[in-house]
Every structure is written in C-alpha cells, then in structure tokens.
Nanobody
Framework: QVQLVESGGGLVQAGDSLRLSCVAS????????MGWFRQAPGKEREFVAS????????LYADSVKGRFTISRDNAKNTVYLQMGSLKPEDTAVYYC???????????????????WGQGTQVTVSS
C-alpha cells in the first residue's frame, strides 16, 4: 500500500512560481514511477508530468513543457513539481499518483496509477 499526501498549493498571480510536494508512505516509493495530474472544474483529470522510479527520465505535457519540472528524492519518499511562469489556465486541483507496476519508465495514462493523494488546489489569478 502507498499513501500519498500533496501540499504546496495556493493562490498566486500569473507569472509566479510554486512548488508542490507529494510525500509517500510505505517502502515501495523508490520502486515506482510517479506522476502529477491536474483536474480543473468541469474537466477530466489530465496528465502533467511523470518521472521514472530512479528519477532519471521525465516526461511533460506540452502545455507545461519548459515551465514545470518534476523531480524526486527517494531518500525522503517525496516527489516535487516545480511550477514556473504560471498562467490562469494552470488553475486546477493537482494530484500525485504512484504507478501500479514497479520499475517502469515515466507513465502518462491515468489507468496505470493505483494510488492517489487527496489533491492540492492551485489557483492562478490574472
């Protein structure tokens, strides 16, 4: 079992930066790819970024490429999402997820994630 807790969300202005954190419980964090997704009101949950189990390979949605950076610290059981040049369209609840299979590369499809946090709200004002 993996339990995930996100933090770091808040209300910011366009152009600002924010760093989200996701702390995992359990012993298998370092064996799983991790991902960040987001869900805006009335929309489906969408992929934002993913990182493989060892933290070497990453993948980003086109909408955030060059502005967001995903990283992980396996010693701290934590995955981060550094968000820069924030835009109003980045407003959403952000969720971190843990891959259901061990030792995979970055994972983009929602169905591959077995564990989710409760989410953290990010609101970007114009």
């Amino acid at each position: 079992q993996v339990q995930l807790v996100e933090s770091g969300g808040g209300l910011v202005q366009a152009g600002d930066s924010l760093r989200l954190s996701c702390v995992a419980s359990g012993r298998t964090f370092s064996s799983r790819a991790m991902g960040w997704f987001r869900q805006a009101p009335g929309k489906e949950r969408e992929f934002v970024a993913s990182i493989n189990w060892i933290g070497i390979n990453t993948l980003y949605a086109d909408s955030v490429k060059g502005r967001f950076t995903i990283s992980r610290d396996n010693a701290k059981n934590t995955v981060y999402l550094q968000m820069g040049s924030l835009k109003p369209e980045d407003t959403a609840v952000y969720y971190c997820g843990a891959d259901k299979i061990f030792y995979r590369n970055y994972v983009v499809d929602l169905i591959s994630y077995d564990y989710w946090g409760q989410g953290t709200q990010v609101t970007v004002s114009s």
